[in-house]
């Protein structure tokens, strides 16, 4: 399915390919089930893969220096379902977060460092690159529109704009954590508004 709506993205975009293609494709992909409280990817590691989430839902976290989590993603199936730290990736250095699964997950992961190797025979790979790079700006556009905010009510109303369906995945505490704001005034606005 998730390989159908990436041949799907290909052919908008003008791209239709030969078998040897298709069977290129699926062969780069594999499946792998994670458990809730498994790692896709840890701190201080490089990240090698990428992930495309049809089932579950994880979360991107760093540790602060009292210990607490500061949330920094979500990724659940549909929108934000590309798991991935891209900045590790494109300053090719090692993770700032973890990424850990909330629920129990089913991904499509590729290595990263396969594919380019096959940019030479399939130049086609090189446009799913580039869709994921323009994917990952626009989250970050969104989220730096989200925290320019000044009030907290506008945040979370910018955030519920953004990703409504980040509310049916995760509890508020992990919300209130990514948009900076405490839990407990996270939960007096949200009953105001």
């Known amino acids: ?20 293609e ?19 990817l840890e701190q201080n590691q490089p990240c090698e893969r990428l992930g495309i989430l049809t089932e579950g839902s994880l979360y991107a976290y760093s540790i602060l220096e009292d210990g607490t989590e500061k949330i920094h993603g979500f990724y659940y199936p549909g929108d934000q379902c590309i798991v991935f730290n891209y900045k590790s990736y494109h300053k090719d250095e090692r993770s700032n977060m973890y990424i850990k699964c909330y629920e129990p997950c089913t991904l499509y992961t590729i290595v990263l460092s396969e594919v380019k190797a096959l940019y030479p025979y399939f130049p086609f790979f090189q446009l799913v690159e580039q869709a994921i790079a323009k994917h990952n700006i626009k989250t970050a556009i969104k989220k730096i529109e989200i925290l320019q905010n000044e009030s907290n009510t506008d945040k979370i109303k910018a955030f519920q704009r953004y990703f409504p369906r980040v509310f049916t995945f995760f509890p508020y505490s992990y919300i209130a954590s990514y948009l900076g704001i405490h839990r407990n005034t996270f939960n007096r606005v949200l009953k105001k508004m």
Do not use: H, P, Y
């Open 1 to 20: 399915m998730v390989i159908q709506n990436i041949l799907t993205n290909l052919q908008e975009q003008g791209v239709s390919l030969d078998n040897k």
């Open 22 to 40: 298709l069977e290129a494709l699926t062969t780069v992909f594999s499946t792998i089930r994670l458990k809730k409280g498994e790692l896709f």
